[in-house]
């Protein structure tokens, strides 16, 4: 499930960062040091991506199990 799990990432990743960066050139009061929080929000995207990953790799390899 690793692989699947990284091959899912590399395109979440991407996703979450994208959204974080955007929240963040989207707020006014963060103009002053937007630079450094958009180095930090692209982190945190990243983070916030892994266990997502992991989330969906789950449900994609149990999506054809027997059904209850």
């Known amino acids: 499930m ?3 799990t990284a091959i899912i ?3 979440a990743a991407p996703f979450f960062m994208g959204v974080f960066v955007m929240g963040v050139v989207l707020m006014p ?3 002053q040091s937007e630079m450094e ?3 930090y929000a ?3 995207g ?3 991506s892994i266990p997502a990953s ?3 790799a789950y449900k994609l390899m149990h999506l ?3 059904a209850h």
């Open 2 to 4: 690793g692989k699947v």
């Open 9 to 11: 990432w590399i395109m």
């Open 29 to 31: 009061q963060l103009a």
């Open 37 to 39: 929080y958009i180095t």
């Open 42 to 44: 692209a982190i945190l």
């Open 46 to 48: 990243a983070i916030v």
């Open 54 to 56: 992991y989330g969906i």
């Open 64 to 66: 054809f199990d027997k």
